[in-house]
Nanobody, 124 residues
Framework: QLQLVESGGGLVQPGGSLRLSCVVS????????VGWFRQAPGKEREGVSC???????YYADSVKGRFTISRDNAKNTVYLQMNSLKPEDTAVYYC??????????????????WGQGTQVTVSS
């Protein structure tokens, strides 16, 4: 089973930046698609950004131009660089892995393994 551990969350002012990291263990990252999801209180979990095993990416409309996903297979790590953060970005952010995905899966049900989440709070 793939194990994923997120880090990098915290409190940041509007307009600020954070970089989230998702470290994967148990398997090598090469054949996995990895997605970042978020869930705010009272809301459904939504796909934020995802990257396929070949490097194709997906971004939700709400984060396009502000967030960047990248992967370093040698470090078994996927990153989410978040710039120009807004209060509406406040949520628990999760990373998830899917083996052998076709295309870029961006729906939560498409993923098998999940991390425990990291809190991101954007507030002045």
């Amino acid at each position: 089973q793939l194990q994923l551990v997120e880090s990098g969350g915290g409190l940041v002012q509007p307009g600020g930046s954070l970089r989230l990291s998702c470290v994967v263990s148990g398997f090598t990252l090469d054949d996995y698609a990895v997605g970042w999801f978020r869930q705010a209180p009272g809301k459904e979990r939504e796909g934020v950004s995802c990257i396929s095993s070949s490097g194709d990416t997906y971004y939700a409309d709400s984060v396009k131009g502000r967030f960047t996903i990248s992967r370093d297979n040698a470090k078994n790590t996927v990153y989410l660089q978040m710039n120009s953060l807004k209060p509406e970005d406040t949520a628990v952010y999760y990373c998830a892995g899917r083996l052998g995905a076709v295309g870029v899966p961006y729906r939560a049900w498409q993923y098998d393994d999940w991390g425990q989440g990291t809190q991101v709070t954007v507030s002045s």
